[in-house]
């Protein structure tokens, strides 16, 4: 997904308002509802991106679009508002920065897992935790991939902390230790040669 340096005013815009009205869970839903319908249909993203078509006619199809999905009164004007200033390319994005800004506001943060094999309850638990205590976080929702191109292990990203457990990040460690581009901890020597 492309950067959208304007999705974030949108989006704290609209989950003030969804906190007002104690919506926040039901908004983000229909956010991610909302951005899954955009990326899916290129024939719509296509009529929004045409400059030459008017506000008002956007407006419309907007909501319609609304309405048809079922969406609340809040998200139903939010989109139309959104559609008539042209930046109906920003949902995904707008949805993106919503559940970061609900996130925060719940004290929670999501973690991308990837495994080569699913996860079990007692892992997904026993990771929850660990992560939970190193983010500093009451509870960590976790988005797992699994991934059967890994030889094994996982990878865990969250915001900008990546953490590195796979089978291929230790022997690309080993690879580089030996190779002597790491250096040794503090305070250890390197064997002396000769």
């Known amino acids: 997904m492309r950067q959208r340096p304007a999705a974030a005013p949108y989006a704290k815009a609209v989950f003030a308002l969804a906190t007002e009205r104690h919506q926040t869970e039901l908004v983000g839903r229909e956010l991610s509802t909302l951005a899954a319908t955009f990326e899916s249909d290129v024939g719509l993203r ?8 008017p506000a008002p006619v956007k407006q419309a ?21 959104v559609a008539g200033r042209g930046r109906t390319d920003h949902i995904e994005a ?16 999501r973690a991308r897992v990837r495994t080569r094999v699913p996860l079990t309850d007692e892992e997904r638990r026993l990771m929850s935790t660990k992560l939970g ?38 022997l690309e460690g080993m690879r580089r230790l030996l190779a002597g581009e790491v250096d040794t901890a503090p305070g250890a020597r390197r064997p002396s040669r000769g």
Request: aromatic share 8%; hydrophobic share 45%.
């Open 133 to 170: 205590s190193a983010l500093g976080s009451q509870e960590v929702l976790l988005d797992e991939i699994v991934d059967g191109t890994m030889l094994g292990g996982f990878i865990v990203e969250s915001g900008d902390i990546i953490l590195d457990a796979s089978l291929e990040g230790q």
């Open 46 to 53: 296509d009529f929004f991106a045409r400059p030459w078509i």
């Open 61 to 81: 199809v907007a909501k319609e679009i609304a309405e048809r999905s079922g969406l609340s009164k809040l998200v139903s004007d939010f989109v139309t508002l």
């Open 94 to 109: 707008i949805a993106e920065k919503y559940w970061t800004l609900l996130d925060q506001d719940l004290g929670r943060v």
